[in-house]
């Protein structure tokens, strides 16, 4: 359908629009048009990544000057997919005049087609393994060999061979291009997906890709800094954003990385020392090159990129590399020292907690490196590497995070606490000393975002409360609306349960979660439900430990056995490889009507990124209230922060923090107006308002007062009218009332109104 919001001509691929959607889009446009960022709650279900698309594609088409770049971030490749499904739909719907370029962009491990590469295990395996063939000097030294004496991938000289000969050679022609497209295409003509991908995104008008690519400034300096300012940025499904923000500027570091970090040294010493007997005009030519300072290295080739400067701001780039460092044999000398200052700060039997400033200066003292040398530590560590020709970079990954800790401690005195803990609080009998630069501040590392683009989207079916992103991300949105959901039945069933049928609360509070009631009660709770809900049953749990100890529990009270007569039982863990063949398993479970439980946990894979609709999910159960570890040193210097600086208060955020994570996971059950599904919080602190009212909107709206204090035999009641009254027929288009279904003609009435129809 083809319809008009103000001046923009909309193409929408479907032939029905949800209100909601309508009005998303009115909202998007007005950011747009004010070149200011937003702030966007959409309930799941209902197109938010269509809207969004739709949107914005059709005014880069209605403004084609300047033109209008779209990068749209996800958090999994399996959203990444899923977004360029959507995409190649929409492009089936524009005028067959438009001509653009949309791909998307991920790591080696996912666009490489060389079967030596691929046999590596992990992601950075892979990218050790891609560069111990295509490294500049690996190719040189072929070149110089008899055909195959130097090993190297033919996908690469392929894709480096056309392009040589003319910049359009490689150029990809229109279209819309999934990973497993590149990876065909790459088969198909003998090129390299990974580098054709990386040299596409700067002619693509649409770029799909991970968070990490602009917020991770390691990898952000070098897949987007050549990205212009007109360019719209979506982060979607950005409930976390804050969160992802600080990891990214976050370091830990252990005895295993101190260990490691000296046998990185000791090996660069001997490539050193074998340089200088063979080459030294190489170390010369570095040398030189640091004199001149960092900004004038000059260009490197496409493949010796693999690593970037994390966080330095451009002041500091065009600065000249300390006098001190610019010799190998001192920058190594500065490193010993530095790991050796390190291990002794390790050697503690009690919790410590310094400011940078605090610790930059101890370092000084003690070790003679001043904040200048700290600063240029990872920058000056690329250097090096790309002159000593190391390949194996997955086995220099220890000095690498000691660099990037030394950069990190060297830049910012704000907003980050050192602390080193001798041990972890809830295993103090097993010696584990780490210390952790940790960073409070999540506006440190999307500033440079907001900064440097035009407009930023941050979108996500759970934002709420709404008005605390802001405050966390220390930015003003134009725009910051949550929206409703609009349908003609109530498919969706909120509950909130206080106690079991024996009347004893429940509770995942620290004094009531090892109680044998509490413990038997939600037990029953399940069996009552398995035994009543078709089909499948999620149940989230607060913690890994926590679901272990629970399951244990009802194993020896003869619970699960019991459960297992009605459904099957999968369970997450935190390997990957088993996790999937879980999800497999109980998929195929629900298909054949045999019916699954999957047991997962809050803030795990499963509850950020797996959708359990239609018969996958009837009910979910969210077994307590997911709050962070109290105790963790980490969070109370976060919280120490916040209320410093932004004025939110600890129980604020905790509360914030937990109803978002709980709504994420009751939210993988209802994912689109067709489904139907039931929600139930299980424990006794839902019912109060100051942690119920932090649910998003689209859930609080369902959840009726007389469903706020149920027992077991309550919600089983309550369910099973629910499941009753959701086997009828239903209109789906609403024509008996409030329209939640509109067609192109439904907007052709609203005329100059826009929101006469609602």
């Known amino acids: 359908m083809k319809f008009q919001i103000e001046d923009v001509t909309v193409y929408f691929p479907y032939d029905y629009i949800y209100p909601e959607q309508y009005e998303y889009m009115v909202e998007l446009k007005r950011a747009l048009d004010a070149r200011g960022h937003c702030l966007l709650e959409m309930p799941t279900g209902t197109g938010k990544t269509v809207a969004l698309l739709s949107l914005i594609t059709s005014y880069a088409l209605a403004r084609p000057s300047p033109p209008l770049k779209l990068l749209y971030c996800?958090?999994?490749?399996?959203?990444?997919?899923?977004?360029?499904?959507?995409?190649?739909?929409?492009?089936?719907?524009?005028?067959?005049?438009h001509r653009s370029l949309a791909l998307g962009l991920s790591s080696r491990k996912n666009l490489c087609v060389n079967p030596y590469v691929l046999s590596s295990a992990s992601r950075d395996s892979v990218d050790s393994a891609c560069r111990r063939l295509t490294a500049s000097w690996v190719r040189a030294a072929a070149a110089e060999q008899p055909p195959g004496a130097v090993p190297t991938c033919s996908f690469f000289e392929s894709y480096d061979r056309a392009a040589s000969s003319g910049p359009d050679a490689v150029l990809l022609p229109p279209g819309?291009?999934?990973?497993?497209?590149?990876?065909?295409l790459g088969r198909e003509k003998g090129w390299c997906p990974y580098f054709l991908a990386r040299q596409m995104i700067r002619y693509a008008n649409v770029v799909v890709y991970s968070y990490q690519y602009l917020l991770d400034p390691k990898v952000a300096g070098i897949i987007s800094?050549?990205?212009?300012?007109?360019?719209?940025?979506?982060?979607?499904?950005?409930?976390?954003?804050?969160?992802?923000?600080i990891e990214a500027l976050s370091v830990s570091v252990r005895r295993q990385t101190l260990d490691g970090a000296?046998?990185?040294?000791?090996?660069?010493?001997?490539?050193?020392?074998?340089?200088?007997?063979?080459?030294?005009?190489?170390?010369?030519?570095?040398?030189?090159?640091?004199?001149e300072g960092?900004?004038?290295?000059?260009?490197?080739?496409?493949?010796?990129?693999?690593?970037?400067?994390?966080?330095?701001?451009?002041?500091?780039?065009?600065?000249?590399?300390?006098?001190?460092?610019?010799?190998?044999?001192?920058?190594?000398?500065?490193?010993?020292?530095?790991?050796q200052y390190l291990k002794g700060r390790l050697q503690t039997e009690n919790v410590e907690t310094e400011r940078p400033v605090d610790f930059v200066a101890s370092v000084s003292s003690q070790a003679g490196i001043d904040q200048k040398m700290l600063r240029f530590c990872y920058d000056r560590l690329h250097s090096l590497m790309l002159t000593l020709e190391i390949t194996d970079t997955d086995e220099f990954l220890h000095i690498q995070t000691i660099c990037d800790f030394a950069t990190l401690v060297g830049t910012y005195m704000q907003g980050f606490s050192i602390i080193i803990e001798p041990f972890d609080e809830r295993m103090p009998h097993i010696p584990d000393p780490v210390l952790q630069l940790s960073c409070h501040d999540a506006s440190l590392a999307i500033k440079p975002v907001f900064d440097r683009f035009q407009s930023v989207i941050i979108t996500s079916g759970t934002l709420s409360p709404i008005d605390l992103y802001p405050r966390l991300l220390n930015f003003n949105p134009v725009i910051s609306r949550s929206f409703t959901m609009s349908l003609t039945r109530d498919c969706i069933c909120p509950m909130v349960l206080t106690r079991g049928s024996d009347q004893l609360p429940v509770s995942t509070k620290f004094d009531m979660r090892s109680d044998p009631g509490v413990v038997r009660n939600y037990g029953r709770l399940l069996l009552e439900m398995v035994a009543a809900v078709p089909d499948g049953i999620v149940c989230f749990f607060v913690s890994y430990s926590y679901m272990d100890g629970i399951v244990n529990s009802w194993n020896e009270m003869g619970i699960l056995q019991d459960v297992m007569q009605h459904k099957l039982v999968f369970i997450e863990t935190q390997d990957v490889v088993e996790t999937t063949l879980a999800l497999d398993n109980y998929r195929r479970a629900c298909d054949c009507g045999r019916g699954a439980v999957f047991f997962s946990v809050a803030r795990g894979k499963v509850a950020e990124g797996i959708d359990f609709d239609r018969h996958y999910g009837r009910l979910v159960i969210m077994f307590g209230?997911?709050?962070?570890?109290?105790?963790?040193?980490?969070?109370?210097?976060?919280?120490?922060?916040?209320?410093?600086?932004?004025?939110?208060?600890?129980?604020?955020?905790?509360?914030?923090?937990?109803?978002?994570?709980?709504?994420?996971?009751?939210?993988?059950?209802i994912r689109s107006k067709a489904d139907y599904g039931m929600m139930i919080f299980a424990d006794k602190r839902?019912?109060?308002?100051?942690?119920?009212?932090?649910?998003?909107?689209?859930?609080?709206?369902?959840?009726?007062?007389?469903?706020?204090?149920?027992?077991?035999d309550m919600a089983l009641h309550i369910a099973r009218e629910f499941l009753r009254r959701m086997a009828q027929p239903y209109d789906k288009a609403g024509t008996g009332g409030r329209k939640t279904l509109l067609s192109q003609e439904d907007l052709e009435k609203m005329g100059e109104d826009p929101m006469n129809m609602f």
């Open 74 to 97: 996800t958090r999994t490749v399996h959203e990444m997919e899923k977004t360029l499904a959507e995409l190649r739909l929409l492009h089936s719907h524009l005028p067959p005049t």
């Open 176 to 184: 819309v291009y999934t990973l497993g497209d590149l990876r065909a």
């Open 225 to 245: 800094r050549e990205m212009q300012r007109e360019c719209v940025v979506v982060f979607d499904e950005a409930h976390n954003i804050d969160n992802v923000c």
């Open 262 to 291: 000296t046998r990185n040294l000791h090996r660069m010493a001997q490539e050193i020392d074998r340089f200088k007997a063979t080459d030294a005009s190489r170390l010369r030519a570095e040398y030189n090159r640091l004199v």
């Open 294 to 339: 960092l900004a004038q290295r000059g260009n490197l080739a496409l493949t010796d990129a693999w690593l970037s400067n994390p966080a330095l701001p451009d002041d500091i780039l065009k600065e000249a590399v300390p006098g001190n460092i610019r010799r190998a044999e001192h920058f190594l000398s500065v490193l010993r020292r530095l790991v």
């Open 625 to 669: 209230v997911p709050f962070q570890y109290t105790l963790s040193r980490i969070l109370i210097a976060r919280l120490e922060y916040l209320r410093n600086t932004f004025q939110i208060k600890e129980g604020d955020f905790l509360t914030f923090d937990a109803l978002r994570q709980a709504a994420q996971c009751v939210g993988r059950v």
């Open 686 to 712: 839902y019912s109060r308002h100051d942690k119920r009212s932090k649910l998003p909107g689209w859930i609080l709206s369902h959840l009726h007062d007389a469903h706020l204090n149920l027992s077991t």
